[in-house]
T-cell receptor, first 112, second 114 residues
């Protein structure tokens, strides 16, 4: 049974810092991995999708890497801003037609 | 092309009442997943539906919960005789085909049972 863990559960950093959020999964035979952002009381916004054959994806100040063999992914946020404050969720899919399995998220606060 | 639409956004029900949550998939999408997010918890899979078919309901409680996705209209998640423990955010995601790539979610319905 796939399990996804995100560390740390919460993180507070001053504006401008570069930071790394971690995601680990127990079954390395994944189909893809997706990072989401969730603002309080809001829905999920897709940030980055990494297919199992890929090592990383980049979008603006965000970079996500995937190491399937070790069951890990990291989300790197460069030059953090207060507007980046949100909960970041990592989710993996074991095959193309199976549900996403989510971690509990990392709650990020960027202090101005 | 509108995204996945869920309504209502907020729903308050008294214990024992019924809750009906609606999910309109993106245009052309025929597959829907429902997830539940309990306070301070991650999203948990509930049910996977294709139009007029339930593909996988392994994550849905056996009692009081049901889901449908008719040929016409939105997917409905129904919770009968709600209890306080049903208070949560319910999200749906849709796909055009059985094999998914990127998942896009609706804004969710926040159910509060009083």
């Amino acid at each position: 049974k796939q399990e996804v863990t995100q560390i740390p559960a919460a993180l507070s950093v001053p504006e401008g810092e570069n930071l790394v959020l971690n995601c680990s999964f127990t079954d390395s035979a994944i189909y893809n991995l997706q990072w989401f952002r969730q603002d309080p009381g809001k829905g999920l916004t897709s940030l980055l999708l990494i297919q199992s054959s890929q090592r990383e994806q980049t979008s603006g100040r965000l970079n996500a890497s995937l190491d399937k063999s070790s069951g890990r992914s990291t989300l790197y946020i460069a030059a953090s801003q207060p507007g980046d404050s949100a909960t970041y969720l990592c989710a993996v899919r074991n095959s193309g037609n199976t549900p996403l399995v989510f971690g509990k998220g990392t709650r990020l606060s960027v202090i101005a | 092309n509108a995204g996945v639409m869920q309504n209502p956004r907020h729903l308050v029900r008294r214990r024992g009442q019924e809750a009906r949550l609606r999910c309109s998939p993106m245009k052309g999408h025929s597959h829907v997943y429902w997830y539940r997010q309990l306070p301070e918890e991650g999203l948990k899979f509930m049910v996977y539906l294709q139009k007029e078919n339930i593909i996988d309901e392994s994550g849905m409680p056996k009692e009081r919960f049901s889901a449908e996705f008719p040929k016409e209209g939105p997917s409905i998640l129904r919770i009968q005789q709600v209890v306080r423990g049903d208070s949560a955010a319910y999200f749906c995601a849709s796909s055009p085909a059985e094999v998914w790539t990127e998942a896009f979610f609706g804004q969710g319905t926040r159910l509060t049972v009083v």
